[in-house]
């Protein structure tokens, strides 16, 4: 299997980017819907009522 050095970085390259996209995804969505986000927006909410 004699693939070319810049297509064998390219598709590196390509599938740590896609590995990236696909955690940072499923870390955001995590936060959002944890019970830590729901409280920290209920003390800012809080917080801004009394200021």
């Known amino acids: 299997m004699n693939l070319p050095t ?3 970085i390219f598709l590196i390259v ?3 980017f896609l590995q990236y996209v ?3 995804t499923a870390v955001r969505r ?3 819907t944890s019970k830590t986000s ?3 927006k209920e ?3 809080k917080n801004n009522q009394n200021n």
């Open 6 to 8: 810049g297509l064998v």
């Open 43 to 45: 003390f800012m909410e």
């Open 14 to 16: 390509l599938f740590l």
């Open 38 to 40: 729901k409280m920290i």
């Open 30 to 32: 995590g936060i959002d």
């Open 22 to 24: 696909v955690i940072e």
